[in-house]
T-cell receptor, first 113, second 114 residues
Framework: EPEVTQTPSHQVTQMGQEVILRCVPI?????FYWYRQILGQKVEFLVS????????KSEIFDDQFSVERPDGSNFTLKIRSTKLEDSAMYFC???????????FGPGTRLTVT | QKEVEQNSGPLSVPEGAIASLNCTYS??????FFWYRQYSGKSPELIMF????GDKEDGRFTAQLNKASQYVSLLIRDSQPSDSATYLC??????????????FGKGTKLSVKP
């Protein structure tokens, strides 16, 4: 069964460093999303992406964040200058055109020290 | 501010019983309602969704929606220890041709005792 994949599974970085989190959505899906979950808290929407542009973004998704679809399979989230409070699980999700269901990848645990 | 409220639990039920999980939401524009299951340290896993008032059944799971009351629930019949997880309610605006983002509740932790 097709699934969303994410790499790396765990990323440790120092405060102020740039990180890129990678996702490979399900192959025939056209809508892509990033969510995050701080430990012990709820899953929060960051951004949605369709047709090579951002569809929607939350207040969390400030100028430090960016997304890109660099090729036909990858979808990335970049955090330019990480802060301690960026430590969280980051989930990528995708959905098919005409369908409402979003399928989540396994997540990347980002630890900022 | 869009709010999704769930009882955090833990909700403890014996094996074989019916588990009832409830969710209320504040945004009347919500169109689709999703239930995800999340095991500790894992990602959300879609169980089912509903967008019409009434009941929708899928195997041991039944979702119930009442838009007038802004209330959605999930019933799990014949609960199994493997159902022990946190259950996340997530409404979505999902308007027009756009895919709406999900607004998650904090989740209800379910524990099924053998």
């Amino acid at each position: 069964e097709p699934e969303v994949t994410q790499t790396p599974s765990h990323q440790v970085t120092q405060m102020g460093q740039e990180v890129i989190l990678r996702c490979v959505p399900i192959s025939n899906h056209l809508y892509f999303y990033w969510y995050r979950q701080i430990l012990g808290q709820k899953v929060e929407f960051l951004v949605s992406f369709y047709n090579n542009e951002i569809s929607e973004k939350s207040e969390i998704f400030d100028d430090q964040f960016s997304v890109e679809r660099p090729d036909g399979s990858n979808f990335t989230l970049k955090i330019r200058s990480t802060k301690l409070e960026d430590s969280a699980m980051y989930f990528c999700a995708s959905s098919e055109q005409g369908r409402v269901e979003q399928y989540f990848g396994p997540g990347t645990r980002l630890t900022v020290t | 501010q869009k709010e999704v409220e769930q009882n955090s639990g833990p909700l403890s039920v014996p094996e074989g019983a019916i588990a009832s999980l409830n969710c209320t939401y504040s945004d009347r524009g919500s169109q689709s309602f999703f239930w995800y299951r999340q095991y500790s340290g894992k990602s959300p896993e879609l169980i089912m969704f509903i967008y019409s008032n009434g009941d929708k059944e899928d195997g041991r799971f039944t979702a119930q929606l009442n838009k007038a009351s802004q209330y959605v629930s999930l019933l799990i019949r014949d609960s199994q220890p493997s159902d022990s997880a946190t259950y996340l309610c997530a409404p979505s605006l999902n308007y027009g041709g756009s895919q709406g983002n999900l607004i998650f509740g904090k989740g209800t932790k379910l524990s099924v005792k053998p």
